[in-house]
């Protein structure tokens, strides 16, 4: 299937997106993308305070790593 | 009549009439569909599709309900599931997923509230088999899910556990997965009623 369009499959049945409906879908998923980075994005800073808050109390990269 | 021993399910033996044939095999079908455990409602094979909608599936024959999915995306990317009413996804900030991820020694847990549940707290993928087990999706009464996950990129293969809330009192009749962001998915889904 052509990349430019969009197909929804709804019991079996395939029909294609097209008009408002079509850039109303893209930018909800453009939307779903972003707070998923965003998501990832918080986790990765989250582990990042845990590993800085290790290594001041003393503890070793395989320390470290083993516990996250 | 002989009965099967697993199931108990009364069959005619080779000596009835065949008069009473028409009975046996009423009595066959009725004691199947009340003692089956899963009933298969549909079964979606798709490809390079943006949304796989199970549309006017749950209803009052079953309270809880269990998606199998098997899939690959063109993009690394998570899942994402609404609850539908008719054709019209339900996409109010009501969806709530709590849940741990592991990817190889790495673990991170969190919890979401928002457009739509997913079940990944560890990393995006391309290829994804997961079972969610739903609970009163139908009722007017809040629906509960529990939710298990594989996904890989191919080179690395991560696991999560999630549990998930719809907060609404809604009755809702189908439900919806989609690739969260531009891509598309290839697959097979199936929907089970879990029999009570």
């Not at chain 2, 009340?34 to 390079?48: C, H, R």
């Not at chain 2, 899942?79 to 849940?99: C, E, F, H, K, N």
Request: charged share 20%; glycine share 8%.
């Amino acid at each position: 299937m052509a990349k430019d369009k969009i197909y929804i499959q709804d019991n079996n049945e395939i029909t294609e997106l097209t008009g408002k409906e079509k850039d109303d879908f893209i930018a909800e998923r453009k939307t779903d993308e972003l707070e998923s980075k965003a998501r990832f994005n918080e986790l990765d800073s989250q582990k990042a305070l845990k590993v800085s808050a290790y290594k001041k109390l003393g503890l070793t990269e395989e320390e470290i790593n083993a516990i996250l | 009549m002989p009965t099967t021993t697993k199931m108990g399910i009364v069959y005619p033996s080779s000596t009835d009439l065949v008069k009473d044939g028409a009975t046996a095999m009423g009595t066959i079908s009725t004691t199947v569909d009340a003692k089956s455990g899963l009933v298969l409602l549909e079964t979606q094979t798709f490809s390079a599709v943006s949304a796989v909608n199970f549309t006017s599936k749950f209803s009052s024959n079953f309270d809880n309900y269990i998606a199998e999915i098997n899939c690959t995306f063109s993009a690394s990317l998570d899942i994402y599931a609404r609850l539908r009413s008719g054709s019209t996804d339900a996409s109010g900030s009501d969806y709530v997923t709590q849940g741990v991820g592991s990817n190889s020694t790495s673990v991170s847990a969190g919890r979401t509230t928002t457009t739509y549940w997913f079940c990944n707290f560890i990393a995006t993928g391309t290829e994804f088999s997961q079972t969610w087990k739903l609970f009163n999706p139908f009722k007017a009464s809040v629906t509960n899910v529990i939710s298990n996950s594989y996904s890989s990129t191919g080179a690395t293969v991560a696991q999560n556990a999630c549990v998930q809330r719809h907060n609404l009192t809604t009755s809702y009749d189908g439900i919806t997965f989609y690739p969260g962001g531009a891509g598309t998915m290839t697959g097979v889904i199936s929907l089970y009623g879990i029999n009570k």
